[in-house]
């Protein structure tokens, strides 16, 4: 086993349906507004990151929610979907061939922020349980049955790995992103954090929004982007993100990729507080991108699309 106090619940057996039944809650952290998701093409090289607008892909098309995309792989990604009786299920797309697969089948409970976890026999979601209690599930990829992590700390809204340990967003008064290094040492990082919660590659840093200190650039709200060190606990400030934007994902230990509106900027934060415009995407009928992540491989770019309609 991979995980620190996993606790194993029973549960009824998945299926590779793409749709399932019956929602009684829905978490209060997630909005869940129709949108779609799409995938560009990229390319990273010794001359820098292009992003290839016109290539856009359609991989979804419903008016419900289909959203927060997750590479698993440089040919899968996993996303949260709505079915028409506001289920969410987490969902594992392959581009090659084009094809669903349900990893979840779960009549009275929600899957969001789906993900893999470090050993690669799970796929990790914040759960929303029949007595809405949220919590982080492990469901095998060979579909046998689920596991529940960190059974004691909710409810949780958010969650990014590093390594074998999820940092956690705790819905409360105040939010706060918690560490877990065992049972008995939770670590409170900070409180009043941002949703996006990543590791940055090649270092013992989980990176974060601080929404402590508004500051307005431009005329747009823009917060810190700070690293917290899980080796020596101290936490250190990479600079501004985008003004008027929240999430983030890595291109690699020294780019930053953020949306607003419906432009992506790079950010080279070792070299600079400056954000490179590097796509605009204008698609009939969508409106401004709420959701990004990016490959491996940087060969791909996973955005999602408010709908208009």
Not at 151 to 178: C, K, M, S
């Amino acid at each position: 086993m991979c995980y620190h106090f996993i606790i194993p619940i029973p549960k009824t057996s998945f299926f590779l349906l793409l749709l399932s039944i019956m929602l009684f809650f829905k978490p209060a952290a997630f909005s869940q507004e129709a949108s779609d998701v799409f995938l560009v093409d990229a390319k990273k090289n010794i001359l820098g990151f292009k992003v290839f607008s016109s290539s856009i892909e359609k991989i979804t098309d419903s008016k419900r929610y289909d959203n927060q995309p997750k590479f698993i792989n440089d040919s899968q990604l996993v996303f949260s979907s709505e079915d028409d009786t506001g289920n969410v299920e987490a969902i594992l797309y392959t581009w090659e061939k084009d094809q669903f697969t349900n990893m979840t089948r779960t009549p009275n409970k929600s899957e969001f922020s789906p993900d893999l976890t470090s050993c690669g026999q799970y796929i990790s979601t914040v759960t929303v349980e029949e007595d809405s209690s949220q919590r982080i599930w492990l469901y095998p990829i060979n579909f046998g049955e689920p596991e529940l992590l960190y059974d004691d700390i909710q409810p949780v809204g958010y969650y990014g790995w590093h390594g074998e340990t999820a940092a956690l967003f705790v819905i409360g008064e105040p939010n706060r992103l918690v560490f877990p290094y065992g049972r008995e040492d939770i670590h409170t990082i900070a409180q009043n954090t941002g949703r996006s919660i990543q590791k940055r590659p090649g270092t013992d840093e989980v990176i974060f929004l601080d929404k402590n200190n508004n500051i307005v650039v431009d005329g747009k709200t823009t917060f810190e982007l700070k690293a917290f060190h899980t080796q020596t606990r101290e936490i250190t400030s990479l600079g501004l993100a985008l003004g008027g934007s929240e999430d983030f994902c890595w291109v690699d230990k020294n780019n930053l990729l953020m949306a607003r509106g419906k432009e992506l900027y790079l950010r080279r934060v070792n070299k600079g507080i400056e954000w490179e415009k590097v796509g605009t995407f204008t698609i009939p009928g969508y409106g401004n991108i709420s959701r990004l992540s990016i490959s491996p491989d940087t060969k791909k770019i996973a955005i999602v699309l408010e709908r208009l309609d």
